[in-house]
């Protein structure tokens, strides 16, 4: 990565400071194009999902991973629900969604309250553990709420053999003129769903896959308490990455809890943050860290640099650590002020081997919340920032009274936010497709095949505010 010639400034800058220059490439497509990593987190796309607790839940896991990227358990997590998490993912499909499922006898009004938890928005119906039919959200429009699932189900739904491959299931799925098939094992039982656009994509992507061939996903865990034990059983719980995670991490009780974990050898990536100096990056990767998380206050939750003043231009702070890190043999992620694909294409350029999103992704079918809509008709849903008071609360739930109200004062984060789902892009899967297409549009512009040539090819110039509103569409005109 280097500057146009005069385009080197004396101040920090962030991902909207900044353009790409297109070089000369032999790069002709997208598809020609690699985006998995090397900081040896199995992900095949760049992209981690954060661990908040209003976006990484076992739907968004899985649906992630299997696109190729991978998300992290929140640390509030029990170990106990953290490794049923881990196992249901680890239990998934590589190719098929798990769709939601209920009985005929069950109601119209149950099914809708399920429906919106997967972005395919339809339920299937089981009678002893076989698909007899198909509810979608269209299907029950205008029916009475106490209706029973068998009188509004579809029983000429497409069905295909789990081992269909993707290709012929879409057209199969066309030639139905449906939007999904139902997939079902040697027996008859329901082993998945797919959609024809879930068809198209198990072509592109590439899962991201354990030594046994099963999903990935990573855990998070604090500095706090026990960090040694907590670190073991997430591990021995399945989890393939182990994070950990709190605000400020060039401080000494992180130092002295990652070497605790990183003297287990627990035989998992470590990563650890955050920071946004050189200094903290190496303190972090002599201290046991394989990854360092980069990023303070540039998060849509995160309220820091306004509450402290403290933090730092994400793309600079990004930039600086992984270039200490290059040097120490370690990887950075990128955590945070990602709001459009070309963030997450300068970030890569920047250095960092991975890209974290959060609040981006909690606007989604597939992340932990209710969906609720609002006096418009908006569909939406709830996030909120870890160190908020509404986390905070949560988090010290067992605290004496005394001690919950004193760690009230002192919460930092956005308690509460709406969430707006795109219309266009209501599934995680859409923002995926949405992200991965600039970064490979971006990569065949700098004339890079893998994202370790974005990094070194990249060439960058600083814009003005009227450069960055320059590059914005503007679909209603002037």
Known sequence: MHFLPGHTPPYDLTYDDLFLV?????????????LSTTDGTGTTIPIVVANMTAVAGRRMAETVARRGGIVVLPQDLPISAAAQTISFVKSRSLTADTPVTLGPDNSVSEAMALIHKRA????????EGKPVGVVTESACADVDRFARLNTVADTGFVAADVATSPREI?????????????LIDESGALAGLMTRTGA??????????DARGALRIAAAVGISGDVPAKAKALVDAGADVLVMDTAHGHQLKML????SVAALELGVPLVAGNVVSAQGTRDLAEAGADIVKVGVGPGAMCTTRMMTGVGRPQFSAVAECAAAAQELGVHVWADGGVRHPRDVALALAA???????????????????????DRDGNAYKESFGMASKRAVAARTAADSGFDRARKALFEEGISTSRMRLDPERPGVEDLIDHI???????????????????HDKAVLGVQSAAGFAEGRPLPSGW
């Open 256 to 259: 002295e809890a990652l070497g």
């Open 120 to 127: 395919h928005r339809a339920v299937v119906v089981l009678e």
């Open 170 to 182: 879409f057209e199969r799925i066309e030639a139905a003129h449906t939007d999904l098939a139902v």
């Open 22 to 34: 297109p070089n000369r490439t032999d790069v002709s497509s997208r598809f020609d194009v690699d």
């Open 200 to 209: 198209v994509r198990a072509g592109i992507y590439t899962p991201a896959v």
């Open 351 to 373: 250095g960092a081997s991975n890209v974290m999103i959060g609040s981006w992704f909690a606007g989604t079918y597939e992340s932990p919340g209710d969906l609720r809509v």
């Open 436 to 454: 991965c297409a600039g970064v490979r549009s971006a990569c065949t512009y700098a004339g890079a095949r893998t994202l370790t040539e974005l």
